[in-house]
């Protein structure tokens, strides 16, 4: 299931080329990000990359400040529904400055 008309989604694999080496090549911090920095998650509902179950279990093991499920929503959330993702990073980024 996607939310996005056919010809965006052309540039897919190109993308997915860089998220394969940036989940691949070694990693250098000596300690996971999401233990110490502050997070906020917005997930779409019928993302079939990455589950909306497992999506709930990370933003919970990392304590996040916001977690948001878009209803209807798939895996391109930014393209598909870039108000809730803007209002999601608005949030964090208000929440920051205090």
Same mark, same amino acid.
């Given at each position: 299931?996607?939310?996005?008309?056919?010809?965006?989604?052309?540039?897919?694999?190109?993308?997915?080329?860089?998220?394969?080496?940036?989940?691949?090549?070694?990693?250098?911090?000596?300690?996971?990000?999401?233990?110490? /920095?502050? $997070?906020?998650?917005?997930?779409?509902?019928?993302?079939?990359?990455?589950?909306?179950?497992?999506?709930?279990?990370?933003?919970?093991?990392?304590?996040?400040? /916001?977690?948001?499920?878009?209803?209807?929503? $798939?895996?391109?959330? /930014?393209?598909?529904?870039p108000g809730a993702v803007t209002a999601v990073i608005l949030d964090?980024?208000?929440?920051?400055?205090?």
């Amino acid at each position: 299931m996607t939310c996005l008309a056919g010809k965006l989604t052309r540039y897919f694999p190109v993308r997915q080329v860089k998220t394969e080496r940036a989940l691949t090549d070694e990693l250098t911090a000596s300690e996971p990000g999401w233990h110490t /920095a502050p $997070s906020w998650f917005v997930y779409g509902e019928h993302d079939l990359n990455i589950p909306a179950q497992t999506v709930r279990f990370m933003a919970e093991r990392a304590s996040a400040r /916001a977690t948001r499920e878009i209803p209807g929503a $798939s895996h391109a959330l /930014a393209l598909s529904q870039p108000g809730a993702v803007t209002a999601v990073i608005l949030d964090a980024v208000d929440h920051i400055k205090e």
